[in-house]
């Protein structure tokens, strides 16, 4: 369930969706995916999702120290403005 098929027949693979964030770039280049983040940082499949779809949301510090926390394990350099307007 990776796919959809389009009015015009075409085939468009979620991972290929150019309008992902910056949050969801990084975690298709690492090779992680949206239920693997949601798992390891206790956030909601459903906050990941708009976390890796809409370039525009800006998690809760609360939220947003949990995804930080993920992300460090992934990978230490990384800071919020990587990801985020804030």
Same mark, same amino acid.
């Given at each position: 369930m990776g796919?959809?098929? %389009? @009015? %015009? &027949?075409v085939v468009k693979l979620w991972w290929k969706n150019p309008k992902r964030s910056k949050f969801g770039k990084f975690l298709d280049?690492? &090779?992680i995916t949206q239920n693997e983040f949601a798992s390891e940082s206790k956030i909601s499949k459903r906050t990941i999702s708009t976390l890796c779809n809409d370039s525009t949301y800006e998690p809760s510090p609360k939220t947003? @120290? @949990?995804i930080m926390l993920g992300v460090k394990k992934i990978d230490k350099s990384k800071q919020p403005h990587?990801?985020?307007d804030i």
């Open positions: 796919s959809m098929i %389009t @009015k %015009t &027949g280049r690492e &090779g947003l @120290k @949990k990587d990801f985020f």
